[in-house]
């Protein structure tokens, strides 16, 4: 049971560029979401879902763009790269939104931005 | 709007050694409460939840109890061990603020030495 798979593992980008950063569950699960990591701040949510066809923004959505065209798959997009986004990425799923319901988390995708 | 705080680390304990952290909330409606843990290079994973007042989870030897008066959610171990090193998050996840969504605290740095 793979769970969620999250490529790739590393990324060095320049600034300017666009890259997609792929997120795969393969539990079922509706809810799926992307979180960004930061030293000293947590994890902060980027962007969610509830399901096929339906995102939304969360707390840092400037600078991402996502969709959700299965329930599988979850791709976050960088559509012009900048120092501040250098980070680590985690993708989540849960069966669905329910505020009890665990998550699971991917393995993260460390990105750099020259 | 909803927060968590966590105690501040790192943490550096003798094996065998008892294990608390703190961590306080702040939430709008009945929360439930996690606390995750992120082993180096690894993606988060959840160690425990408790989903009401008074609630205590539990799993492999750590336990947290879900205290409403006091909005307090700490993390303990009676006796750490050097494979508990890894880095401890504390979660809620409010049912009246988009359910699902998960809150973090900064998290806490836990290094075990032998």
């Known amino acids: 049971n793979a769970g969620v798979t999250q490529t790739p593992k590393f990324q060095v980008l320049k600034t300017g560029q666009s890259m997609t950063l792929q997120c795969a569950q393969d539990?079922?699960?509706?809810?799926m979401s992307w979180y960004r990591q930061d030293p000293g701040m947590g994890l902060r949510l980027i962007h969610y879902s509830v399901g096929a066809g339906i995102t939304d923004q969360g707390e840092v959505p400037n600078g991402y763009n996502v969709s959700r065209s299965t329930t599988e798959d979850f791709p976050l997009r960088l559509l012009s790269a900048a120092p501040s986004q250098t980070s680590v990425y985690f993708c989540?799923?849960?069966?669905?939104?329910?505020?009890?319901?665990?998550?699971?988390f991917g393995d993260g995708t460390r990105l750099s931005i020259l | 709007g909803d927060s968590v705080t966590q105690m501040e680390g790192p943490v550096t304990l003798s094996e065998e050694a008892f294990l608390t952290i703190n961590c306080t909330y702040t939430a709008t409606g009945y929360p439930s409460l996690f606390w995750y843990v992120q082993y180096p290079g690894e993606g988060l994973q959840l160690l425990l939840k408790?989903?009401?007042?008074?609630d205590k989870g539990s799993n492999k030897g750590f336990e947290a109890t879900y205290r409403k008066e006091t909005t307090s959610f700490h993390l303990e171990k009676g006796s750490v061990q050097v494979s508990d090193s890894a880095v401890y998050f504390c979660?809620?996840?409010?049912?009246?603020?988009?359910?699902?969504?998960?809150?973090f605290g900064q998290g806490t740095e836990l290094s075990v030495k032998p």
């Open positions: 408790a989903t009401k007042a008074d």
């Open positions: 539990m079922n699960h509706e809810y």
């Open positions: 989540a799923s849960s069966a669905d939104r329910a505020s009890n319901q665990p998550q699971h």
């Open positions: 979660a809620l996840s409010d049912t009246y603020n988009q359910g699902g969504k998960l809150i």
